[in-house]
């Protein structure tokens, strides 16, 4: 079974400074996808990005960045020019690359960690 | 605007009564998603649709109903709930394909807040 570990339970940043969320994950699959999500309070799940265990270039959204080590098993997030807006809950998580993943049970399950919070002060 | 729909957004029932969730998408996705979550806490899963039927229940007990009508709508009826049962419950759906054609993610809803007198 994957597993999905993110070692920081609270991070804090100052507006317009740069913070970075660590993730690491356990799997023996190949082929992969990996989410950050974002979940302010007022609690809707957004996805800030996306990455395919396939791509050796580390995906980029706007200001939200990803180093990704696939090697390492690892999956940071990087926020750059931090905004008010940032503050939420992030959730790394991981997903098989196949619906119907070996054995047939994965169905595009969701491996959640266990979140950070991130607080942006003015 | 979020492209799944949830209704109600609040919910506060006794542990006697009868209530529903309910869960709207209309992007075309034939995997439908129930999740819980704790204050603070990822969601956990608790039952996969897929092509309306259920593919996944987590071991959710019975007093957890869920249903899926159609390819759009997706409910989750509940009977005779526990204390320990409040919490924010959250719909997902994402298209069923596989392969490096399955990068597409879950789109979530606003979530039930739902609490148990």
């Known amino acids: 079974a994957q597993t999905v570990t993110q070692s920081q339970p609270e991070m804090s940043v100052q507006e317009a400074e740069t913070v970075t969320l660590s993730c690491t994950y356990d799997?023996?699959?190949?082929?992969?996808?990996l989410f950050w999500y974002k979940q302010p309070p007022s609690r809707q799940m957004i996805l800030v990005i996306r990455?395919?265990?396939?791509?050796?270039q580390n995906a980029t959204e706007n200001r939200f960045s990803v180093n990704f080590q696939k090697a390492a098993k690892s999956f940071s997030l990087k926020i750059s020019d931090s905004q008010l807006g940032d503050a939420a809950m992030y959730f790394c998580?991981?997903?098989?690359?196949?619906?119907?993943?070996?054995?047939?049970?994965?169905?595009?399950?969701?491996?959640f960690g266990q979140g950070t919070i991130l607080t942006v002060h003015p | 605007d979020t492209e799944v729909t949830q209704t109600p957004k609040h919910l506060v029932m006794g542990m006697t009564n009868k209530k529903s969730l309910k869960c709207e998408q209309h992007?075309?996705?034939?995997?439908m998603y129930w999740y819980k979550q704790k204050a603070k806490k990822p969601p956990e899963l608790m039952f996969v649709?897929?092509?309306?039927?259920?593919?996944i229940n987590e071991s959710v007990p019975s007093r957890f109903s869920p249903e899926c009508p159609n390819s759009s709508l997706l409910n989750l009826h509940l009977h005779a709930l526990q204390p320990e049962d409040s919490a924010l419950y959250l719909c997902?759906?994402?298209?069923?394909?596989?392969?490096?054609?399955?990068?597409?993610?879950?789109?979530f809803g606003d979530g039930t807040r739902l609490s148990i007198l």
């Open positions: 997902a759906s994402s298209p069923i394909s596989g392969g490096r054609k399955s990068n597409q993610p879950q789109h």
């Open positions: 799997t023996s699959e190949s082929d992969y996808y």
């Open positions: 990455q395919e265990a396939y791509k050796q």
């Open positions: 998580a991981y997903r098989s690359s196949n619906y119907y993943s070996a054995g047939g049970t994965s169905y595009g399950k969701l491996t």
């Open positions: 992007m075309g996705h034939r995997a």
């Open positions: 649709y897929s092509y309306e039927k259920l593919s």
